[in-house]
């Protein structure tokens, strides 16, 4: 019998449950209460709230493991206004090596589109207007450097006791 070769890290799909479950422990540990969806909910991974639930957030997770990005998807971005009670946003995961705790970003919803759509915009001005390799994809990369002003924000999401 052929020895297997051990595999080499996690599937996608365990690698965004993964990020999913520590977002929701982090929000435990931090004084709310937080459940990811069992099935499978367009835009949103779980909720959440604070500990009286007089606020309840929903959240989109995007989970990376190595390299500077997460990937998203260009549908559904574009110019957005921000609304006045803000409960719908998203935390990027980066797992990191097994020996490395998780890092968090924590971006709201709107700012998350407007960003997309600006970046995309930038890309397709850089390329006459169309993708150059596959014009119909709807692929979007998210570089960390544009998430530095929303790292360990978790105090956008208003759903923690003031301490103070």
């Known amino acids: 019998m052929p020895k297997q070769q051990p595999r080499r890290g996690s599937r996608n799909q365990q690698v965004g449950r993964a990020g999913e479950y520590f977002v929701v422990a982090e929000l435990n540990k931090r004084g ?3 459940v990811a969806f069992a099935g499978n909910m367009p835009k949103i ?10 606020r309840t957030i929903h959240i989109q997770v995007k989970t990376k493991r190595s390299g500077r990005s997460w990937q998203s998807s260009i549908v559904g971005s574009g110019p957005t206004k921000r609304p006045k009670n803000e409960s719908v ?12 705790s998780p890092r968090y970003w924590i971006a709201p919803d709107w700012w998350i589109r407007n960003d997309i759509d600006k970046a995309h915009q930038a890309y397709l001005g850089r390329h006459g207007g169309t993708r150059p390799s596959n014009p119909d994809s709807k692929h979007h990369s998210i570089d960390e450097k544009r998430l530095k002003d929303w790292k ?5 999401l208003g759903i923690f006791e003031a301490v103070g």
Not at 45 to 54: G, P
Not at 89 to 100: C, S
Not at 152 to 156: F, L, S
């Open 45 to 54: 991974d779980l909720m959440a709230c604070n500990e009286d639930q007089s």
């Open 32 to 34: 709310a209460y937080a």
């Open 89 to 100: 946003f998203w935390v990027f995961v980066d797992l990191g090596d097994v020996a490395t």
């Open 152 to 156: 360990e924000r978790w105090d956008v």
